[in-house]
């Protein structure tokens, strides 16, 4: 019986053995399924971080191919700006000798406007001046018709005598 009492308290040290074991192991088991919670936690978290990183790269992507093209419609816009101001430069320096060939001529325009006003008073003097010399030719010749009469008249008398 000895025997069977030994056997019996060595089962029975076996089996808490074994129980303390078990609980060991269930710990550590449930210890590991927390763990595996945890890791699929940080998995589904990392997975919709990188989701949301893909989306933010795509978009961020999208913006530069944007702003590229800005940039090429940006430089488009400065080359035509650049030709714009150089046509502009261009047309003010037209302007410029336009603005100084009219000044000229009108400078030119107002001294042919102030000898022409000139030869014109003196047009109207010298046509005044004919005009009384054509009065006095007149005169002349009225008083010449006078004479001629008188000296017809005067070499019929003398004719006579």
Do not use: G, P, W, Y
């Amino acid at each position: 019986m000895d025997r069977l009492r030994e056997k019996i308290s060595n089962i029975r040290a076996e089996a808490e053995a074994a129980n303390a074991k078990v609980e060991e192991l269930e710990t550590k088991v449930k210890t590991l399924e927390q763990e595996q919670m945890q890791r699929d936690h940080e998995i589904i978290s990392l997975t919709n971080q990188n989701k949301h990183l893909t989306e933010d790269l795509e978009a961020a992507q999208e913006k530069v191919t944007q702003l590229k093209s800005l940039e090429d419609e940006d430089d488009d816009l400065k080359k035509e700006n650049d030709a714009a101001q150089r046509k502009i430069t261009l047309l003010e320096q037209e302007l410029e000798s336009s603005d100084k060939s009219l000044r000229e001529t009108t400078k030119n325009f107002r001294e042919a406007d102030v000898k022409a006003e000139h030869f014109e008073r003196k047009v109207q003097q010298l046509e005044n001046l004919l005009f009384e010399q054509e009065k006095k030719n007149e005169e002349l010749k009225t008083k010449n018709h006078e004479l001629q009469a008188q000296l017809d008249e005067f070499n019929a008398q003398l004719d006579e005598i």
